[in-house]
């Protein structure tokens, strides 16, 4: 929350929707609650279910969403804000990200290549996605979030958006992503690849031989690597100041 609120953004309107946490997280959440367009802290039917329910309650242009172990960067929604208004025709984007441990230690930063939609369906969902930010036409235009999927939510949303317009790449750090053994989509990684199954499946409207997969998956991985390369993906340097950022935060927590 913090990331957030310390964005100072003027126009922001921050809903937060906490599945009825046992932590603790109602208390820090009733005490920034002045700031906060609509919160609520009740048991929920999981992550997706929650994702729903806060953008029934957003009356806003520009949408995202921060899942509760990963930030926005200093200036984040500033950039995201700016690049919006340059670009009228743009309906959705994606800025890079800084992988981050469970103690919010750097890892290694998430500089990612231009959008393709080959690359997405056929090899992973290569979008950060405290990262990604769209208009609210658009979620409306694909029908929002689909219930059905618990950990693949977000790619078959960005499946559904590329399918009506194309996402754009904003080129800057704006999120900071953990990255640690239990989290969710690594703990059910078959669950999740069934999921990604389904999605491709239903943007291709058909299910391709195990062969033909094979190819597809082979042709979408090279494309992916030549584009990263050439996008300076794999020798990215990170601005000192967001490295000098989350150590700052480290610390603070440390001290708190």
């Known amino acids: 929350m913090r990331s ?17 946490s046992s932590d603790g997280s109602a208390e820090i959440i009733r005490r920034h609650a002045a700031a906060l367009a609509y919160w609520v802290c ?8 929650a994702l729903i329910k806060g953008f029934a309650r957003c009356s806003g242009e520009i949408l995202g969403w921060l899942c509760s172990d ?8 500033r950039s995201v804000g700016e690049f919006f208004a340059r670009h009228p025709n743009v309906m959705a984007a994606y800025g890079d990200a800084l992988w981050i441990d469970a103690e919010g230690r750097f890892l290694r930063p998430k500089k990612e290549m231009n959008f ?19 208009r609210r036409s658009l979620y409306q235009a694909v029908g929002g979030l689909d219930p059905r999927f618990e950990l693949a939510m977000d790619s078959d949303l960005w499946a559904r958006f590329s399918a009506l317009t194309r996402i754009a790449h904003i080129p800057g750090y704006l999120s900071c992503m953990r990255f640690y053994t239990q989290q969710k989509t690594r703990a059910r990684r078959g ?16 299910a391709a031989p195990p062969r033909r997969r ?7 991985r090279a494309l992916r690597i030549v584009a990263k390369l050439r996008a300076g993906g794999y020798a990215a340097a990170v601005p000192r100041e967001h490295l000098r950022w989350l150590q700052g935060l480290n610390a603070s927590r440390v001290t708190e």
């Open 4 to 20: 957030v609120l310390e964005q100072r953004y003027p126009a922001l309107e921050y809903v937060v929707v906490d599945g009825g």
């Open 42 to 49: 009740e048991p929920d039917g999981g992550q997706t279910d």
């Open 70 to 77: 990963d930030l926005l960067l200093p200036g984040a929604l």
């Open 116 to 134: 393709s939609r080959f690359v997405l369906l056929h090899d992973h969902n290569y979008i950060p996605q405290p990262s990604m930010f769209w």
């Open 191 to 206: 669950e999740a690849l069934c999921e990604d199954s389904i999605i491709r499946v239903r943007a291709t409207r058909r």
């Open 214 to 220: 094979l190819a597809l998956r082979l042709a979408a």
